[in-house]
């Protein structure tokens, strides 16, 4: 059974910085193209940044330079450090698995709150 597990949103300030984790199993991790996606409330999901097998990643303009994604294939694990938190990053964030192979896989979501 294929799972992705989303962790670490919560309640903070402007300025601030989280780190949210999504932990997979059921897949081949290393394989698979991880992203961040957000969706705030009567918006669109959009792509927040991706990271494929080779490490490369790639941000929307929104947050380049204040986001980081990375990912650990030891850990089936792929992370995403916030920084420099605006009230406009609120938003329920989702982690996404793509494998042209294989197919596209969800969390269920964490919501974050940027809010004084």
């Known amino acids: 059974q294929v799972q992705l597990v989303e962790s670490g949103g919560g309640l903070v300030q402007p300025g601030g910085s989280l780190r949210l984790s999504c932990t997979t199993s059921?897949?081949?991790?290393?394989?698979?193209?991880m992203g961040w996606y957000r969706q705030a409330p009567g918006k669109q999901r959009e792509l927040v940044a991706g990271?494929?097998?080779?490490?490369?990643?790639n941000y929307a303009d929104s947050v380049k330079g204040r986001f980081t994604i990375s990912r650990d294939n030891a850990k089936n694990t792929v992370y995403l450090e916030m920084n420099s938190l605006k009230p406009e990053d609120t938003a329920v964030y989702y982690c996404?698995?793509?494998?042209?192979?294989?197919?596209?896989?969800w969390g269920q979501g964490t919501q974050v709150t940027v809010s004084s």
């Open positions: 059921g897949i081949i991790f290393s394989i698979y193209h």
């Open positions: 990271i494929g097998s080779g490490y490369n990643p």
């Open positions: 996404k698995g793509s494998s042209r192979l294989y197919g596209d896989y």
